[in-house]
């Protein structure tokens, strides 16, 4: 569950509540003011200082806050909690915070459906029935027995590995910062029944769920969203894909024979701009309490004279911040800013305070947040999926996504050496 803004939590379209929305039902009519003994049993399940004086303190409101929503005027919260945490939902917005369909239409706050009519912004895979390992395999799932610096780093796949670029059709071949050399090939994964999981078929690729037989989807082909004769070109999609870089791009030159691209997938990762939000945390308060002496619960444990909480009172969902990555993706951009305040009190006196500088407190991440107009589709029923089957061997649940490695090589073909050399530092 932690960190509790990204991965996960936004796949499903949630982020961890700010104690805002819904105060009036989040927090009690008459403040409370809790004892030592029962800030200390609360902030052991739950380590927000917020929750000391809110209702979700309590298990049985807390477990059962999903079933409130009908009470609530400004958010919806998850059926799901860990922590001690609450999540409320990201739903579309315009600039001015109103409501907005899916046809960009403003849902009025009066409206007593309006949280069923706006568009809640979970990932598009997320809509279509896809889970976890539908797009990560046994590698990230198990790791390839290499330690990596970073999240990002230890990652596969990539978005072209399954979609394509602008100028080619995938290859379905995994070229991610940790793919070994070449690739993985993904046309080698099957089903449980054993069919193919990625397939072509009349010169469209099918992907099939690895948890559930009856779904398959027709995969979105960059290469055809910007070819003018394809049905699905986009425009919009094919100018910002075929932008030229340098002079010419700025004198608006686009489409074919543009030979170095703006966007390269080389030079800026999909996900820059096929995000629909991202957790922005703008400044985070983790409050000290000195002379508290606690028992540190996880690393090399023992005991500390402070107890630090913290609170999320400025996490966002309506911030953009564009970064760079390292090593990982040739200087992809990527976004995220957290500038943490840290206070230390003793005595009711504070006695220290330190603002994390923005340059020094970003954290880049893929926020899983992709919407295209399509997400509201559901996927298609299969029922003559079998005809399809390449064979009818049954075989067991590991064969879906587990696979022995075959190379221990911890890098990819085209991005390896720069990883290597981080590596070789902490040989």
């Known amino acids: 569950m932690h960190q509790p803004n990204i991965y996960i939590n936004s796949f499903y379209g949630y982020i961890q509540y700010d104690y805002e929305p819904d105060a009036a039902r989040m927090f009690p009519a008459k403040q409370h003011y809790p004892s030592d003994s029962e800030i200390h049993e609360i902030n052991l399940r739950n380590p927000e200082e917020a929750v000391i004086r809110g209702n979700w303190r309590d298990r049985d409101f807390l477990n059962d806050l999903w079933l409130k929503n009908d009470q609530m005027k400004d958010t919806q919260f998850a059926d799901y909690h860990g922590h001690g945490w609450a999540f409320r939902a990201v739903f579309k917005r315009n600039r001015k915070g109103n409501l907005l369909d899916a046809k960009g239409n403003i849902v009025s706050d009066e409206d007593p459906d309006k949280f069923k ?48 670029t602008a100028k080619a059709y995938p290859t379905l071949h995994t070229s991610g910062p940790a793919a070994r050399p070449g690739g993985f090939d993904l046309t080698s994964l099957k089903t449980q029944d054993g069919r193919k999981r990625f397939e072509w078929i009349d010169g469209v690729l099918y992907q099939r769920a690895a948890l559930d037989p009856t779904k398959e989807w027709k995969m979105s082909l960059v290469k055809d969203s910007v070819n003018p004769k394809h049905p699905e070109f986009n425009e919009k999609a094919a100018r910002a894909k075929l932008m030229a870089a340098g002079e010419a791009g700025r004198q608006g030159k686009w489409g074919e024979g543009v030979e170095k691209l703006a966007h390269d997938n080389d030079r800026m990762l999909c996900f820059t701009c096929h995000l629909s939000w991202t957790t922005s945390c703008a400044g985070c308060h983790l409050p000290i309490q000195a002379n508290w002496k606690t028992e540190r619960n996880h690393f090399e444990g023992g005991e500390t004279r402070n107890y630090a909480t913290y609170n999320v009172q400025v996490a966002r969902d309506d911030m953009f911040f564009l970064g760079k990555h390292g090593p990982v993706k040739n200087s992809a951009p990527a976004r995220r800013l957290c500038c943490r305040r840290r206070t230390a009190t003793a005595s009711a006196s504070t006695i220290s305070s330190r603002q994390s500088p923005p340059a020094a407190s970003q954290a880049r991440h893929s926020p899983r947040t992709t919407r295209t107009p399509s997400a509201r589709k559901r996927p298609r029923p299969v029922p003559t999926v079998t005809s399809r089957a390449t064979t009818t061997t049954t075989r067991s649940w590991r064969s879906c996504f587990c696979r022995a490695p075959t190379s221990s090589t911890s890098s990819g073909a085209t991005r390896g050496s720069a990883l290597r050399s981080t590596l070789s530092r902490w040989a």
């Open 117 to 164: 009519k706006a568009v809640h912004m979970a990932s598009i895979h997320m809509d279509l029935g896809m889970h976890c390992v539908d797009c990560h395999f046994s590698q990230d799932m198990h790791g390839n027995g290499h330690i990596y610096g970073e999240v990002a780093a230890a990652v596969e796949i990539d978005c072209a590995d399954c979609h394509g």
